[in-house]
């Protein structure tokens, strides 16, 4: 009965989470993959030739008021007649983008990644998004041609960060949520103080080569965002935040298995395969089962196959 239970639950869980938002995970395709480490390359050279010739208005922001992602016009330097480009207009006014974004790196799929944040707001709010979290926030997505491939514009629908592509999972936890809101007589919330910004990040961090419609294959992506809110998830309900699941600290949960039944602990009700529900293995009632290890051995009870004590009939 416990193992029925066990299968339902988990069941339920994956189903949710293969319905999760855009821009979600990529497709099945059946285009040949190329080598990631070559790719990554080719990934980088392309967004760092568009950074060098391309800007944006950057006086528009930094005077302390809430802007929107409308207002990050990105425009192509000027061009001669033989294609080559010419110098930034107005530079004290304009900044190339190569110019005013960071440069960061990450490992997936065993290949170091860079990519690129343009932060014109950090978000005065104290939280700050886990990369397991569901997030409230409107954006914009563009191809290094402008085409626009995808957008939200209404932030009532949260989005499961683990459900998304890993670019996401890279940038929206360096960013601050809102630090104010209010509710309007028409049901709409306006916020301030949120986060704002733009990634660039390579395909190796996106689709890769299996883009949903309208993406090719290998695209280097560009997201602007306004991020409102966020809120950590427990995603097998176990009383276990889903980030701290992540237990090698590699900001990958689906590697985190202790009891080997080929389900993630994110996802595992019995972390541990001991027939005690996690849930129930939170001895001292304080929520959090983490905390429990009641033979002292350096091992909370709910990852410690030799500790079965329950609150379940308490």
């Not at 883009?211 to 997201?223: A, E, K, R, T």
């Not at 959090?288 to 030799?306: A, M, Q, R, V």
């Amino acid at each position: 009965m416990m193992k029925l239970k066990n299968s339902l639950i988990v069941l339920v869980l994956l189903v949710a989470s293969l319905t999760s938002c855009k821009p979600d995970d990529p497709e099945i395709s059946l285009v040949p993959e190329r080598d990631r480490t070559e790719q990554q390359v080719l990934d980088r050279d392309s967004l760092i030739g568009y950074m060098e010739t391309h800007y944006y208005s950057s006086t528009t922001f930094g005077d302390g008021a809430d802007h929107t992602m409308d207002e990050i016009v990105i425009t192509e330097l000027p061009q001669d007649d033989d294609g080559n480009y010419l110098a930034l207009p107005d530079p004290d006014n304009n900044t190339l983008l190569i110019d005013a974004v960071e440069t960061h790196t990450t490992t997936h799929e065993e290949i170091v990644y860079e990519f690129y944040i343009l932060r014109l707001n950090q978000g005065d709010g104290e939280y700050s998004p886990n990369f397991t979290d569901d997030i409230r926030l409107v954006y914009s997505g563009n191809l290094l041609d402008e085409e626009i491939f995808d957008s939200a514009v209404n932030p009532n629908l949260p989005f499961d960060l683990t459900g998304l592509i890993q670019g996401w999972r890279n940038v929206i936890p360096q960013f601050n949520v809102s630090s104010d809101f209010i509710v309007n007589g028409d049901g709409t919330v306006d916020y301030s103080g949120y986060g704002l910004g733009v990634m660039f990040i390579p395909s190796g961090l996106a689709y890769f080569s299996s883009p949903p419609f309208g993406v090719p294959v290998y695209s280097n992506l560009i997201f602007k965002f306004e991020l409102y809110q966020a809120e950590a998830n427990d995603h097998d309900f176990d009383g276990v935040l889903s980030h701290l699941e992540d237990l090698n600290g590699n900001e990958n949960i689906n590697d985190d298995d202790t009891d080997d039944d080929s389900i993630p602990n994110f996802f595992d009700p019995d972390d541990d395969g001991d027939g005690v529900f996690t849930i129930f293995e939170d001895i001292d009632g304080d929520g959090d089962p983490s905390n429990d290890d009641t033979d002292d051995d350096g091992i909370p009870n709910y990852l410690d196959e030799d500790s079965t004590e329950s609150t379940e009939d308490s």
